[in-house]
């Protein structure tokens, strides 16, 4: 008896099951236990320019890239945001700032303008840490990811259709045995949500006005690498231009559990979000420094 290889096995239970490209993007199902089967149904996850990749202080290329800019990240939100579940991470969309206008970046690698649209979070479990870029070889607990889209593209689709559609900030975190942490209050309210949204398409809307760089901290902004890569979750576009900063934040030892009892669509625990490295192959990684640094080193 000839038994197909299990590869092929995998393959055509793919095909069978009932999902498709045609759905939205918070529709699209994929699972962290068979990351190496996304490439069946979405073949760019086999392609080139994927993330995420490790980063090492070593071997990047110490260019004087230009600063970042952060344009109304400091400026209130006009709503309240919604928190949601969506069976892969908790995200919310973005909301505009009191100015009518989303938060924007550009600078680093970005030669246009791009507007933050989506963040999100990808984290490990009590056995496992879970952070999708490593620094200098090391994984961190968690990692927040804050989309942006390039203004001169009208939709997602579009954008992700082009090598500079999207532009992706990476914040990694590191768990503290502290039990307060005073200076990132957006991140709180963020944490605050999370005992809200432990179920599938749940959805949570904190009481506070926030800034889009209340996540963010006292984070030192300057200090980033920048790389050319893709979305680490189906349809794994390259259409990425990665920004991670290298300052890892703290993260309370009490709060970084609440992302283990969210659980997915099926009604199970929602652990491990992250996808595993991807090869760098040619690609170049940059490394912006403060200028201090390059003048006493
Ligand atoms: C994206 O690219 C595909 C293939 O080139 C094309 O068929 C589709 O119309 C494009 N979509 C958008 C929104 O540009
Ligand atoms: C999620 O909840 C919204 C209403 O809160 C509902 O309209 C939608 O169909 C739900 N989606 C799924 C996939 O269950
Ligand atoms: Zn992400």
Redesign the pocket.
């Known amino acids: 008896m000839h038994f197909p290889a299990i590869g092929d096995f995998y393959k055509r239970l793919l095909f069978l099951l009932p999902f498709a490209t045609e759905m939205p993007p918070e529709d699209r199902r994929f699972s962290y236990e068979a990351p190496m089967q996304w490439q069946y149904l979405y073949p760019q996850c086999g392609g080139v320019d994927q993330s995420p990749v490790p980063l090492n202080a070593q071997k990047v290329i110490p260019i004087g890239l230009p600063p970042l800019h952060f344009g109304l990240y400091d400026e209130p939100f006009d709503e309240l945001l919604n928190v949601r579940n969506n069976g892969h991470t908790v995200e919310f969309s973005v909301p505009t700032t009191v100015y009518g206008e989303r938060p924007y970046i550009t600078g680093g690698l970005l030669e246009d303008f791009y507007e933050a649209m989506a963040v999100h979070f990808h984290w490990g479990s009590a056995q496992q840490k879970g952070s999708e870029h490593l620094l200098n070889g090391r994984r961190y607990d968690l990692e927040m990811h804050i989309v942006h889209r390039n203004t001169k593209y009208q ?1 997602d ?2 954008a ?2 082009q090598t500079d559609g999207l532009a992706v900030l990476a914040v990694l975190f590191k768990v503290v045995r502290t039990n307060y942490i005073y200076y990132q209050p957006g991140f709180t309210e963020i944490l605050g949500s999370l005992l809200h949204v432990g179920e599938f398409n749940s959805s949570y809307t904190p009481a506070a006005f926030l800034t889009l760089g209340s996540l963010l901290g006292g984070l030192d902004r300057g200090n980033f690498y920048a790389y050319k890569g893709s979305l680490t979750t189906p349809p794994c576009s390259p259409a990425v231009l990665w920004h991670v900063f290298a300052e890892v934040l703290p993260i309370s030892h009490l709060e970084l559990p609440k992302f283990w009892q969210l659980r997915n669509r099926y009604g199970r625990p929602l652990l491990n979000n992250f996808r595993p490295l991807q090869s760098l192959e040619r690609r170049q990684v940059f490394l912006r420094r403060p200028l201090e640094e390059y003048l006493w080193s």
């Open positions: 939709s689709e579009e992700r259709n």
